[in-house]
T-cell receptor, first 112, second 112 residues
Framework: AQSVTQPDIHITVSEGASLELRCNYS??????LFWYVQSPGQGLQLLLK??????LVQGIKGFEAEFKRSQSSFNLRKPSVHWSDAAEYFC??????????FGTGTRLLVSP | DVKVTQSSRYLVKRTGEKVFLECVQD?????MFWYRQDPGLGLRLIYF???????EKGDIPEGYSVSREKKERFSLILESASTNQTSMYLC???????????FGSGTRLTVV
């Protein structure tokens, strides 16, 4: 069955430091991959998505992600974290019929 | 982008009540989904629909049903609410062949 693994439940990063959130997926075909962010009490906001082509995709708020087929990974990165980036981040894969399967999420804490 | 509206942000219901969660999107086609979000479990798919009067079970359909009488409206029904259905419920609509997803802001349901 298709699945998404986000191995880090919590990550703490100092403001201004770089960030990488890990995501591994299990899916037989070429995946459609997504990263979403959720602030407390809010819905999900799309950060970026990958369908095909260039494996490095740029998103909103200065985020980027790199698709690595050989590693079945789609890690999210940001060169310099801001306090407003503190939130929960979800990786997801489109498994067909446009259904999304989500990882369990990574909560990002930003220290001053 | 598609706009997805969930009619209630917060609901408190009693055990055994029949509960309706409403979701409306502003396009009259494409698929709609209901997810449930719980801490440490991410988002799990309850039901989805790709046309009027059509529905498909997701990963956790037990205790839920859905209704789609019009393309723009997709309702989640808890026939007899139980305390283990206390959760955040998120509705989503897709567009552009599954390349775009929009989530509603969520309904936090508490069953007492």
């Amino acid at each position: 069955a298709q699945s998404v693994t986000q191995p880090d439940i919590h990550i703490t990063v100092s403001e201004g430091a770089s960030l990488e959130l890990r995501c591994n997926y299990s899916y037989g075909a070429t995946p459609y991959l997504f990263w979403y962010v959720q602030s407390p009490g809010q819905g999900l906001q799309l950060l970026l998505k990958y369908f095909s082509g260039d494996t490095l995709v740029q998103g909103i708020k200065g985020f980027e992600a790199e698709f690595k087929r050989s590693q079945s990974s789609f890690n999210l990165r940001k060169p310099s974290v801001h306090w407003s980036d503190a939130a929960e981040y979800f990786c997801a894969v489109n498994t067909g019929f446009q259904k999304l399967v989500f990882g369990t999420g990574t909560r990002l804490l930003v220290s001053p | 982008d598609v706009k997805v509206t969930q009619s209630s942000r917060y609901l408190v219901k009693r055990t055994g009540e029949k509960v309706f969660l409403e979701c409306v999107q502003d396009m009259d086609h494409e698929n709609m989904f209901w997810y449930r979000q719980d801490p440490g479990l991410g988002l799990r798919l309850i039901y989805f629909s790709y046309d009027v009067k059509m529905k498909e079970k997701g990963d956790i359909p037990e205790g839920y049903s859905v209704s789609r009488e019009k393309k723009e409206r997709f309702s989640l029904i808890l026939e007899s609410a139980s305390t283990n259905q206390t959760s955040m419920y998120l509705c989503a609509g897709t567009w552009r062949g599954g390349r775009g997803y929009t989530f509603g802001s969520g309904t936090r349901l508490t069953v007492v």
